[in-house]
């Protein structure tokens, strides 16, 4: 009886390691989430595009979730490549290239990059210009998540 105790306590303690191993390897994935909503004109839903870099050793190591109008919508991967492109493109971005045009009820954009515990947000309030840089970071998420602005709508 002693060594079936003694036996249950080494299994116990060997589910906690791999619990613990486990969830410290998920937090340090890298993501980018994308949201975009407009909550008078379609009724508070969204569109939401998740980034999710892998350790995977496939070609295409990046998850993008896609959940439109508050449904999912699809999954799919896109090259690391393309993720550190749209990451390039976010690093460049600051506070002043945010939420400079004020309407009644304009549309909102979020961007929330996490790495290592770590967070920084974006919020822009109406529909970027194409010479702003936000424009573009929209532009590459869209088109490696296979969506274009209309699809925002």
Known sequence: METYLYSMRK???FILILILLTSCSVQNKESLEFESYNATLIGGKKTTIKFISTDSKRKRNVIVNVT????????????????KEIL???ENIS????????WIDPPTLKVKYTSQGTQKDFVYYGIPTKD??????????????DLNFKDLE
């Open 11 to 13: 299994f116990n303690l």
């Open 95 to 102: 506070i002043q290239d945010t939420a400079k045009v004020v």
């Open 132 to 145: 702003e840089k936000f424009f573009k970071l929209g532009e590459l998420i869209l088109e490696a998540s």
């Open 68 to 83: 439109h109008r508050n449904e999912p919508f699809y999954v799919r991967r896109i090259t690391s490549a393309t993720f």
């Open 88 to 90: 390039g493109v976010y």
